[in-house]
C-alpha cells in the first residue's frame, strides 16, 4: 500500500465526499482521535501517581515537550527550547506584537490584503503600542508583490509580517529570498505558516525567517485549539511574556517583603505559555505532527505538486480563470480562480459533494496529505460539466 493510502485511511472526511478544502480544516482524523484518548487513558493513573508538577502533570508535560521537539523538525530543525504551544496563529503573533521592545519611530511592514491572523495584531499594536503599521497593496486578484513590500521598507521597519501561503489564493512567498532581504537590513521576518507548514518543506533558520506561528487543524491535521509559535534567537531577547503566571519558565520567588516574579531562562520560549495549557490538543498535535516526520514533509511536498499541477491544467482547459500563478514553485496545496458565478459554481460543487471554499468571487480548491488521485479526477468530471465554467 501506499503511504498516501494507507494515510487517507485515517480522516473519515475522505469516505463522505470529495474534500477539497484542507486549506479551512483538515476534517479530523482517527490519529486524533486515538491521541484523545490516550491523553484521558494517562490522566488517573497519573493523577493517583501525584506526579510532576502536581497531581497527573508528568506525562503532559512530557507530550508537550515532545511535541515541540516535533514542530522544531518540521521547521526545518530549529531548537525545540525557540517553540512554545499556542492556541492558534492569532495568539502567537499577538505575543509577538505585544511584547516586542518597539521604540518611537518603529514601523511594521505587512500587505493590505493580508488575512486578519496577521493584520488584527498588528493594528492593535498600532493601537496599544505606538508603532507604525506600513501597507503594501497586493496586486490585482490579491497576489502579493516582494518589490511592493519592499518600497515600504525604510531605516525604521523592524519586522515584516507575511503568510507563507497566502490563504484566498495559494501562492507561496519565496521566504529565502525575502529571508536574505531581512537579514542584510537586520529586520524580523514574521510569518504566518498555516498554509504551507506540514505540507511542505520548510527551513526557518536556512530561510532567515524570525517568527513562525500557526494553528495545527490544517496542513498539520491535529486540532482546532492548538497550534505553534516558533521563534528566534535574536527575537526571543526582545519580547517579553504576554501572559504572567506561574510555568515551567516562570516562577514566583518569595524572599522579601514583596513576592517576586523569576524567569528560569529568558531564552526558552516556553515563557510565552499560559497557565492550563490545552494539554488534549497537545496530545493530538504531538501524534499528527509524528506521523507526518514519519512520512516525511518533502515526499508530501512531492506527492502533493503532482497532484495540484493535475488538477490546475484540467481546470484551466476547462476555460477556469486560473488566480494561483502557473508557476509551480509559487504553489503549495491550494488553488484559486475567479468568476461572475462564484456563488452558483461553488453550489454546484457541492451539490456533487465536492467540498471547497468559496468567497468575494473567488473559488478555492485545496489538498491534502491525504489527497487521492481519484479525488483529482472527479473533481475534474464535476468541473467539465459545471454550466457556469
Not at 511535541?67 to 492558534?88: D, F, Q
Not at 497593496?137 to 519592499?150: E, G, H, N, T
Not at 520548510?202 to 506561528?213: C, L, Q
Request: net charge negative; glycine share 10%.
Amino acid at each position: 500500500m501506499a503511504w498516501w493510502d494507507d494515510y487517507r485511511s485515517q480522516f473519515p472526511v475522505t469516505g463522505l465526499c470529495t474534500y477539497m478544502d484542507s486549506a479551512y480544516d483538515c476534517g479530523g482524523s482517527l490519529i486524533g482521535r486515538a491521541a484523545a484518548g490516550r491523553y484521558f487513558d494517562d490522566w488517573a493513573p497519573a493523577a493517583a501517581a501525584a506526579l510532576r508538577g502536581g497531581p497527573g502533570r508528568e506525562p503532559f508535560f512530557k507530550m508537550a515537550d515532545e511535541a515541540r521537539t516535533y514542530i522544531g523538525r518540521v521547521l526545518g530543525g530549529v531548537p525545540s527550547r525557540n517553540v512554545t504551544i499556542t492556541k492558534n496563529t492569532n495568539e502567537g503573533f499577538n505575543i509577538i506584537m505585544q511584547g516586542f521592545d518597539f521604540k518611537p519611530g518603529d514601523n511594521i511592514v505587512t500587505f493590505d490584503w493580508e488575512h486578519s491572523a496577521i493584520l488584527v495584531p498588528c493594528l492593535h499594536a498600532a493601537r496599544t503600542r505606538g508603532v507604525e503599521v506600513r501597507m503594501a497593496k497586493m496586486l490585482p486578484d490579491r497576489i502579493p508583490s516582494m518589490d511592493a513590500l519592499w518600497e515600504q521598507v525604510d531605516a525604521h521597519t523592524v519586522m515584516i509580517c507575511v503568510s507563507y501561503v497566502q490563504s484566498l489564493t495559494g501562492y507561496k512567498m519565496d521566504l529565502a529570498e525575502l529571508g536574505r532581504k531581512c537579514r542584510e537590513k537586520g529586520i524580523f521576518l514574521v510569518v504566518d505558516g498555516i498554509q504551507g507548514v506540514g505540507l511542505s518543506v520548510f527551513e526557518a533558520e536556512k530561510w532567515g525567517v524570525s517568527a513562525v506561528s500557526g494553528g495545527a487543524y490544517k496542513g498539520l491535521c491535529a486540532f482546532i485549539s492548538i497550534g505553534y509559535l516558533y521563534i528566534c534567537d535574536a527575537l526571543l531577547q526582545r519580547v517579553r511574556p504576554v501572559f504572567a503566571a506561574c510555568t515551567e519558565q516562570i516562577e514566583l520567588v518569595r524572599q522579601g517583603e514583596l513576592p517576586e516574579i523569576r524567569y528560569k531562562d529568558e531564552m526558552d520560549a516556553r515563557k510565552y505559555d499560559n497557565c492550563s495549557s490545552d494539554l488534549l490538543g497537545t496530545y493530538v498535535l504531538h501524534d499528527s505532527v509524528q506521523k507526518i516526520l514519519e512520512i516525511g514533509t518533502d515526499r508530501i511536498q512531492e506527492r502533493i505538486t503532482g497532484l495540484l499541477t493535475r488538477l490546475y491544467k484540467g481546470l484551466a482547459l476547462y476555460g477556469y480563470r486560473m488566480v494561483t500563478p502557473a508557476d509551480s514553485s509559487r504553489r503549495c496545496a491550494s488553488l484559486c480562480f475567479k468568476s461572475e458565478h462564484a456563488d452558483e459554481i461553488y453550489e454546484y460543487f457541492i451539490g456533487q459533494k465536492v467540498i471547497l471554499s468559496s468567497g468575494s468571487g473567488y473559488i478555492r480548491m485545496s489538498l491534502g496529505a491525504y489527497t487521492s488521485d481519484e479525488d483529482i479526477e472527479r473533481t475534474l468530471e464535476v468541473a467539465g460539466k459545471c454550466p457556469w465554467r
